[in-house]
């Protein structure tokens, strides 16, 4: 199984992007969803998280700012990020879990520039 990771790229401050994540199949039933990112120099660090059942966990330097959302009939995640600053320049990372295994995906790189 791949996740497809996209919608990474180059925006200003204050801009906007929504990243999306799909498996190459299906993974049903999927126990969890979430993004993660890892900046230059820096540990990969967790963003968000989608439970299955709809409820959400975000990560403090984020909320209020980015959305989970998750489609477990598609086997996709979306990351919808506002109000970009540069402290959120990293390469993003989807990850998705079934109850038995844990799948990872190839990064898409956002960078803001300020």
């Known amino acids: 199984v791949q996740l497809q990771a996209s919608g990474g790229g180059l925006v200003q401050a204050g801009e906007s992007l929504k990243l999306s994540c799909v498996a190459s199949?299906?993974?049903?039933?999927?126990?969890?969803m979430a993004w993660y990112r890892q900046a230059p120099g820096k540990q990969r660090e967790f963003v968000a998280r989608?439970?299955?059942?709809?409820?959400?966990i975000v990560a403090g330097p984020v909320k209020g700012r980015f959305t989970i959302s998750g489609d477990d009939a598609k086997s996709a995640v979306y990351l919808q990020m506002n109000s970009l600053k540069s402290e959120d320049t990293a390469v993003y990372y989807c990850?998705?879990?079934?109850?038995?295994?844990?799948?990872w995906g190839q990064g898409t790189q956002v960078t803001v520039s300020s």
């Open positions: 990850n998705m879990n079934t109850h038995s295994r844990q799948y």
């Open positions: 199949r299906s993974l049903l039933p999927v126990a969890a």
């Open positions: 989608w439970l299955s059942g709809g409820s959400t």
